[in-house]
Nanobody, 127 residues
Framework: QVQLVESGGGLVQAGGSLRLSCAAS????????MGWFRQAPGKEREFVSF????????YYADSVKGRFTISRDNAKNTVALQMNSLKPEDTAVYYC????????????????????WGQGTQVTVSS
């Protein structure tokens, strides 16, 4: 079982920044592919960003590309999402997710491809 705990959400003005963090349990975190997803009120959960087990490959939704950066620290069992130039449309509950097995070279962009989820952290961007 893998437990994921997000932190770092909050209220920020448009144009501001937040850094989300996800702490994971498990001795094999360094082998997990990790993703960030978000869900706004009344909308389906959507992909935000992906990072491979090594951190060598990343992928972003078009809506956040150039503004968000995903990173991981396998020594600390954490993955982070640096969010800059935030917009009101970024308002959502943000979730981190872990996939415990991954094939080399693949990108995992759909929520059904992930095995474990955190409880989410609220990000609210005011205009």
């Amino acid at each position: 079982q893998v437990q994921l705990v997000e932190s770092g959400g909050g209220l920020v003005q448009a144009g501001g920044s937040l850094r989300l963090s996800c702490a994971a349990s498990g001795r094999t975190f360094s082998s997990y592919a990790m993703g960030w997803f978000r869900q706004a009120p009344g909308k389906e959960r959507e992909f935000v960003s992906f990072i491979s087990w090594s951190g060598g490959r990343t992928y972003y939704a078009d809506s956040v590309k150039g503004r968000f950066t995903i990173s991981r620290d396998n020594a600390k069992n954490t993955v982070a999402l640096q969010m800059n130039s935030l917009k009101p449309e970024d308002t959502a509950v943000y979730y981190c997710a872990a996939r415990v097995t991954s094939s080399g070279g693949r990108y995992y962009l759909s929520d059904y491809e992930y095995d474990f989820w955190g409880q989410g952290t609220q990000v609210t961007v005011s205009s």
